[in-house]
């Protein structure tokens, strides 16, 4: 805000001025109107609303701590925060390791078009999200069809439903996740090298650094900021699982159960049970870890920050 | 192990030798291959009959006669309904950029270069939704929507969608530290009124973000499959990506109980998954320059 203050034109007349700031703000009011009532609609009405119905019975009355008491004590509450966190567990690792391995060796590939050629390839998949992506990998998994039959065999997979047996799961989401998703992180951390400033690294390396210190003194280090970012993003999107195990429940006849994830678990409850308070008290146990990790970056990120 | 190794090699060429370059590019070849073999596969999956996808290689090239007829099993699918599901994605797709970009452009210039009272309140609700992900809103969004009997209505897919945080953002950051000030002074000087100023100034020289907003958002919708798989009950108001769980559920392959006579074969299904990811697919190869720039890194960065 001070920034504005500073670029206000030169001395007028401060009745002038008044004037100029009064209708400035209403016209702010005035250029922000829909996106407000949007954010209102979509953003803070129904989290409100989710609260309420978490904190009440069907029949409106207040239920304290009821509902998460009952969704917690649920038998498949357990299992699927079991499912979320080993998944999680998988993905981020594979995602921090191979994110920031491939960014540096594309970074590094000095033969411009090539660069941008790997860079495509990765990023290419992202068009396949959601459940395109899980059907794609639905085919590559199965045994029978797969392009990649001979590995699956080698690894002693002769069906599909051998390969979906429970202990797989984490890791066939976490490679569907990563498939889609690792492109886009890649252009990003690459981008953020490219911001390194070429004296500093050159001034490394006159300074005897090789390539390796230049990476984990110098372009770690100043990645350090974006791989947090990745990681939080991650796990916030990450604790939402819901379309693969959803896909792949139908796709198996129910060996992965339909309740796999929290979201799913949510999504039996308003759906299956009709029960909506403790869809919401889901959500809202969803919706806080979601909330915490991005109230972390936007107050402790200084990322976002402008003012 | 590997981790470090390959920069190493290949940044200093003369020094590391020929064994650190060979390892970074069987990194970059092993990476490459695993993403690029299942689009590949796919794109020759939908031009086989159903036989030869189970027995010839899977790479080998379908035919044309295969492909029409895979595409007629596709879009003659329970009458035809394939061909609605795509124009649902559309109408959904693009209704909520519209209001996007008529919500969020005018949005992100306020926030950045207006002063009014409520603007640092929205600017900090627009970076907490902004991070939490779009998915975590749906079921108290659905709760919501219910209670006003909207569940089922385009408007109930559309609406959520074209509140995005995101793009306001992007608009924001461009706006504060693209467009100077003093030229939006001088266009008031000159008697712009405010709205001339953001419709004939402003506006113009904000085209490259605006095509940015329009492209995650166009993308994001596109591929939305949560949110209108849980507010839309009715089969004839599916988008694709939710069509296709109905298509997966009619592959005896995938669900033995539901060989019958509308059932749809593998190469159907592949079929059916490039058609839905066509569109987007089309809009990343128009604009895999930008994409891969490491533009949008800067977009978020400042």
Redesign the interface.
Known sequence: ?AT?AG?Q?APVATGARRR??S??????????S??????L???????L??VI?AFTTGDGAFAGFDNFGKVIADFRFGPAVVHVALYLLVWLIALT??V???S???????VRWLS?A???????????????SV??????L?P??????GILHALGFSS?VQVISPANLPVIFAIIAF?TGA??WI??????L??ISNDVMEAARIDGA???Q???RI?LPMLRK?ISYMAV?SL??G??L??EP??LS????AVVPNSYSL?QL??QY?FQQND?NG??A??IL??VV??A???V??TRGG??E?? | MTTTAPPRAVRTAGLAGWSGRTIAGVVLLLFTLFFLIPILWLLLAAGKSARALLVQNPFSPGTWQDLAANWNQLFGFQGGAVGGWVGNSALYALGALVITLIAGIPAGYALALTEFRLRRPLLILTLVVMLIPNTALVLPIFLELNTVGLIGSPLSVILPMSFFPFGVYLAYIYFSTSIPRDLLAAARIDGCSEIQVFARIALPLAAPVVALVAFFSFVQNWNNFFLPFVMLPSSDGYPIQVGLTTLLSSTPAFNPSSAGSDSVQLPTLALATIVSVLPVLLVFLFSQRFLVSGLTAGGTKE
């Open positions: 805000m504005e670029v034109p100029r700031n209708t400035a703000s209403a016209i702010g009011y005035v250029f922000v829909l996106y407000a009532l949007l954010a609609a979509f953003g803070v009405l129904p989290a609303y989710a119905l390791v191979f920031v391995v491939l540096l060796v594309v970074h590094a590939i000095r941008t790997f860079r495509f390839v990765f990023y290419l998949p992202g068009a396949l999200a959601g459940a395109s059907l794609l990998w639905l085919f590559v199965d029978t069809a797969s392009p990649v039959s599909f498939w492109g886009g252009v990003i951390m690459y981008g953020a490219n911001n090789n390539a390796l230049i990476a984990l372009q974006w993003m916030a999107a604790t939402q819901f379309v959803q896909l139908q796709a198996s006849n979201n949510a999504y308003a909506f869809a919401a889901i959500s969803l919706l979601a909330l990790l991005s109230a970056f936007v990322l976002f402008k003012d």
